[in-house]
């Protein structure tokens, strides 16, 4: 096992050297760097007014499974 991790890492280190003395030596996809859109604008304190002192400032798709999971149930507290 030892001989296989470390052929595969003087493999992957000489690949590196290689890449980066010949930055054309692969073509990548110009697809693969296109910018793409975010739809969470990030945390704004401003944006939500906390409920109580257990609220939880999450994105909206983080809130959503927390629902689904019923984190914040209250008729159905975690147990430990």
Known sequence: MN???VGTFL???ELWRKRRDQPDLITQPSGQWTPRVTIFNGYNPNTI???SNLAALV???T???LQAAKV???EHPPTA
């Open 63 to 65: 809130g959503r499974r």
């Open 59 to 61: 994105s909206p798709s």
């Open 11 to 13: 493999a992957c280190s």
């Open 3 to 5: 001989y296989a991790v």
């Open 72 to 74: 914040m149930n209250r």
């Open 49 to 51: 007014a906390p409920q």
